[in-house]
């Protein structure tokens, strides 16, 4: 009889131990039903009870059983990228790319030129304003 009693203290000292852990590591975010706080408490003061709620109640819905795990059991998001018929392609080829890289070129000799000839406006204006010493 003291046999069965002291691996069942083991046991409930086991299960919640892995309780406390696991209710520590999760992300409150993910808490279900309570705030992370009041599930510490439930399991660090109602040992058997508090961890048996955790597990039913309080962990996240789908949960790995190790408590590190930072990922949840669930499907995995997937970029159109992974998807086995998708080309890579966007569209532009190097043909295009190269016209649009000159495109692009031109953009910016005519911005260069515009903000050359601004200048020399500004200051024939400025030489305009200053009056004679001779």
Same mark, same amino acid.
């Given at each position: 009889?003291?046999?069965?009693?002291?691996?069942?203290?083991?046991?409930?000292?086991?299960?919640?131990?892995?309780?406390?852990?696991?209710?520590?590591?999760?992300?409150?975010?993910?808490?279900?039903?309570?705030?992370?706080?009041?599930?510490?408490?439930?399991? /660090?003061?109602?040992? &058997?009870?508090?961890?048996?709620?955790?597990?039913?109640?309080? @962990?996240?819905?789908? #949960? $790995?059983?190790?408590?590190?795990?930072?990922?949840y059991a669930g499907p995995a998001p997937h970029g159109i990228e992974d998807h086995p018929r998708h080309s890579g392609s966007s569209g532009v080829s190097d043909?295009?790319?190269?016209? /649009?890289?000159?495109? &692009?070129?031109?953009?910016?000799?005519?911005?260069?030129?515009? @903000?050359?000839?601004? #200048? $020399?406006?500004?200051?024939?204006?400025?030489?305009?304003?200053?009056?004679?010493?001779?």
């Amino acid at each position: 009889m003291l046999v069965f009693g002291g691996f069942a203290t083991l046991l409930v000292l086991a299960v919640w131990l892995w309780a406390l852990f696991d209710c520590i590591s999760t992300d409150a975010s993910l808490c279900r039903n309570l705030p992370k706080g009041m599930w510490l408490i439930l399991v /660090l003061f109602l040992p &058997l009870i508090g961890s048996i709620a955790w597990m039913i109640l309080g @962990r996240p819905e789908r #949960a $790995r059983l190790h408590p590190d795990n930072k990922t949840y059991a669930g499907p995995a998001p997937h970029g159109i990228e992974d998807h086995p018929r998708h080309s890579g392609s966007s569209g532009v080829s190097d043909r295009r790319s190269a016209e /649009l890289d000159e495109q &692009l070129a031109q953009w910016e000799r005519e911005e260069a030129e515009k @903000r050359a000839l601004e #200048a $020399r406006e500004r200051d024939i204006a400025a030489r305009e304003r200053l009056p004679d010493d001779g």
